[in-house]
């Protein structure tokens, strides 16, 4: 017992003692702060900056503030403000709203008790615009007004009755007479001068927006698959063009298409697809539809005959009749292969006739005369390949996928988000599908650690060759990369700056030491002036350590294929096709792959890719060259009939 009453009595004691110190430091916290006193004007024009001072002997702590407040307001409500911290004087921008406020000094403490407080009437401002004012639809209509023109203020023409926070079209206020584009509809609008803080309007005058008329000349009927020239009268405004359509699509839809602003007539190519179709003239903002002519689009025959049969391996002629269009050829299939499949070809416009390789393999085949935009099949005939030379295999194997991992020091992806990727392929549109199979990519494919970067055109600007760099160079952080890939969005009129896209790669990715890989994902051809040849050339002319691998979506013109593959091989990578969701997939998962090369002589026979299939060849002696950033000769290698080599590589 006498034990238990003394413990008892300290553990009185101690708790006696903690709450004297509480109540010490409660007091220390209720002692009132030290007043500041602050120089400020006592009145200041809506959205003008003041200076304000405070003595320097006060002490100032790190997260006190000093801000412009409406009179009346509690301690924890506070508007723009600054840190005293920071140096004196400082300046504060006041409020767009006219009235009486105060100008107060908050301690940084819980509440932000205030420590001191001016008094401020804010006295209003006007802005005057010239006006009424008139324009044509979709034109440009200039505008003289005065203002403060504080920073980021804006002119805007906005429907009438709408919000001050709602705006159409706009000009920052800089300098007077600014322009701006009127909008499409016809009618009446305002065009109002913003304050930038609150979008409170100042100044407005009225605006009558007039309507605009096109109208369109050109033959009634046309063959498919060639050009029409189409003549033009029309408002020619910012991002108007003239496209062929079917006759019920939406004004926002379109098909083949020539901006206005590319001369006058415009040549635009007929779909390969007969039918009825219009000629329309679109306006470029919202894609309004101001003219029409209709236009029947006939159906090409064509014809194609070669020998009955020929020996594997050897060349035989080719003749052919039919629409020559531009990117028609004849080639040589399996019987009954797909559209898009194709062996050894000749080009129409390269001659009549024409000399076509016969596939080593023996067995049934058909020639067939192709169009070159949509891969129709206009004619076709039976040929018989017999056997000729026996050929031989040659596969490229390593210890490990790792031609990627230990060669690459980072990775960069150039995706399309340009119009054409807006278009559906099995319900989807073609730049979501893009978008998941780049997510497979940075989350399944691309090694732990690796530096990575994204750029990305066609979604920022329609009628644009922008390109943008959304995500810099850095150690792959695949949830953070998903995020910012979920986020782009195709627009649709927007063009294909592929060789900008590549030539921004130098300095996309400057610093990096080691090779790189750069995949370029696009479905469609250069539209801004560009030579991506020109611009991959120049990267491994400055000394970057580059291989360039191209992924072509839902291409079917086979010269748009050859070209990318040209550019490919000078980027010392490959090209891979794609033509629905799943081969997307597998051509990213690809798209890292290393490749190689047989050469004969200087010529290269076949390619293949490093642990993927054997590649077949005629009974020879080849060289192997191994390409990546800088690629490399494996040797050489004889290959014999019936027999399988095997050229093992680290």
Partial sequence: MLRTARSNAVRRGMIGAFLS?????????????????????????????????????????????????????????????????????????????????????????RGYPVRGSSPLTVIDTQATIEGPLRADSGGMVEIRWSGPA?????????????????????????????????????????????????????????????????????????????????????????????????????????????????????????????????????????????????LEVQANSATVSGPPSAVGGSDFEVEWSGPDNAGDYITIVPRGAAARDYLSYHYTKAGNPGTIEAPLDPGAYELRYMTGRSRAILAQVAIEVTPGAIPGKLRVSATSRAPMAGQTAAVEVILDASGSMLQRLGGERRIEIAKEALDKLVREVIPAGTRFALRVFGHREADSCRSDLEIPVAPLNAGAIAAKIRTIQAMNLAKTPIADSLAKVKQDLAGISGP????????????????????????????????????????????????????????????????DKKELREAMNRSLDVTFEVLSGDEVVASGVVNGEAVQLLPGKYRVRLLGSKSRDLGEVEIKARAEVDLRTE
């Fill in 150 to 294: 504080y920073e980021r203020d804006f002119i805007s023409i906005d429907p009438v009755g709408s919000n001050e926070r709602k705006y159409g079209p706009y000009v920052y206020a800089k300098k007077s007479p600014s322009s701006i584009r009127a909008p499409e509809a016809p009618g009446q609008y305002l065009v109002r001068y913003h304050l930038a803080q609150s979008y409170r309007v100042i100044g407005q005058t009225t605006l009558t927006v007039g309507s605009v008329s096109a109208s369109l000349e050109a033959p009634a009927r046309v063959r498919a698959g060639g050009e029409i020239s189409v003549r033009w009268r029309g408002p020619d405004g910012q991002g108007d063009y003239i496209s062929i359509d079917p006759p019920d699509a939406p004004d926002r839809d379109y098909l083949q298409y020539r901006y206005t602003r590319s001369g006058n007539p415009a040549l635009i190519r007929i779909p390969e697809e007969p039918g009825r179709y219009e000629i329309r003239y679109h306006q470029g903002q919202k894609r309004t539809v101001i003219a029409r002519v209709p």
């Fill in 516 to 579: 790189v890989t750069v995949v370029l994902l696009t479905d469609g051809e250069e539209t801004c002036g560009g030579d991506p040849r020109v611009a991959i050339e120049e990267l491994q002319a400055a000394g970057f350590d580059v291989r360039v691998n191209i992924v072509g979506f839902a291409i079917n013109e086979l010269e748009l294929q050859e070209r990318f593959e040209s550019w490919a091989r000078v980027g010392n990578g490959r090209y891979i096709e794609a033509h």
């Fill in 21 to 109: 110190l509480v109540s010490v430091a409660q007091c220390a916290a209720q002692e009132p702060l030290s007043p500041i006193q602050m120089q400020v004007p006592a009145q200041a024009v809506v959205g003008s900056s003041i200076e304000i001072r405070w003595p320097g002997e006060n002490e100032i702590g790190k997260q006190d503030f000093i801000s412009i407040d409406p009179a009346g307001a509690p301690e924890s409500q506070y508007g723009h403000y600054i840190y005293p911290s920071r140096g004196e004087p400082g300046r504060l921008r006041v409020p767009d709203v006219p009235g009486s406020y105060l100008v107060r000094y908050h301690s940084g403490g």
